[in-house]
C-alpha cells in the first residue's frame, strides 16, 4: 500500500502510529507524520505551519473534521477535510464531508460524499477559516467499483 511514492505528497517522518486497536474520543493535534490505523472520535489537526502527513489505512477512521498539509486517505472519514497541499484518496477511501484541497489524486473505488473544492493557492496556509475559490467549487458525489 505504501511501496510507491505519490508525486505530490512530500516525504514526511511518521514518528507516530495509531494502532488498529486503539480508540480514541477527543481532538488530536500531530506534527510531522500520523499513520491511522486506529479510531479517532474527534477532529484530527497537523500543527500550524508544518508540513505534516496523515496516512488513513484501509483500518483507520476519523469521525470529525481533519486538517493537514497532506493526506493520504485509504479508510474512512466522516466529517470535513482540509489539505494545505495534496490529498490521495486510495481505493478503499470513504469521505463523508467536504474536502478542501490544492491538488487531488483520486483512485478507482474510492468514494466521496460531500464537494470537491479546489482551494486558492494565495489562501492556503489559513487553515482555520477556509476560504473558497467559489468559481471551482462543484457539488460532487460519486463512488466507482
Given at each position: 500500500?505504501?511501496?510507491?511514492?505519490?508525486?505530490?505528497?512530500?516525504?514526511?517522518?511518521?514518528?507516530?502510529?495509531i494502532a488498529h486497536d486503539v480508540q480514541i474520543a477527543g481532538n488530536l493535534e500531530?506534527?510531522?507524520?500520523?499513520?491511522?490505523?486506529?479510531?479517532v472520535k474527534g477532529n484530527v489537526t497537523g500543527r500550524a505551519g508544518e508540513q505534516?502527513?496523515?496516512?488513513?489505512?484501509?483500518?483507520?477512521?476519523?469521525?470529525?473534521?481533519?486538517?493537514?498539509?497532506?493526506?493520504?486517505?485509504?479508510?474512512?472519514?466522516?466529517?470535513?477535510?482540509?489539505?494545505?497541499?495534496?490529498?490521495?484518496?486510495?481505493?478503499?477511501?470513504h469521505v463523508n464531508g467536504n474536502i478542501y484541497y490544492q491538488q487531488l489524486r483520486?483512485?478507482?473505488?474510492?468514494?466521496?460524499?460531500?464537494?470537491?473544492?479546489?482551494?486558492?493557492?494565495?489562501?492556503?496556509?489559513?487553515?482555520?477559516?477556509?476560504?473558497?475559490?467559489?468559481?471551482?467549487?462543484?457539488?460532487?458525489?460519486?463512488?466507482?467499483?
Amino acid at each position: 500500500m505504501f511501496k510507491k511514492k505519490s508525486p505530490g505528497v512530500s516525504q514526511a517522518k511518521l514518528a507516530t502510529l495509531i494502532a488498529h486497536d486503539v480508540q480514541i474520543a477527543g481532538n488530536l493535534e500531530f506534527s510531522d507524520g500520523l499513520r491511522m490505523d486506529g479510531h479517532v472520535k474527534g477532529n484530527v489537526t497537523g500543527r500550524a505551519g508544518e508540513q505534516t502527513l496523515l496516512v488513513v489505512s484501509d483500518q483507520g477512521s476519523i469521525t470529525g473534521n481533519v486538517n493537514a498539509y497532506d493526506i493520504v486517505i485509504n479508510g474512512t472519514i466522516t466529517g470535513d477535510v482540509t489539505v494545505e497541499h495534496f490529498v490521495e484518496l486510495q481505493s478503499n477511501a470513504h469521505v463523508n464531508g467536504n474536502i478542501y484541497y490544492q491538488q487531488l489524486r483520486m483512485d478507482v473505488g474510492a468514494s466521496v460524499e460531500g464537494k470537491l473544492t479546489k482551494r486558492d493557492n494565495t489562501l492556503a496556509p489559513q487553515l482555520d477559516t477556509p476560504r473558497l475559490s467559489s468559481e471551482m467549487t462543484s457539488d460532487y458525489s460519486h463512488s466507482e467499483t
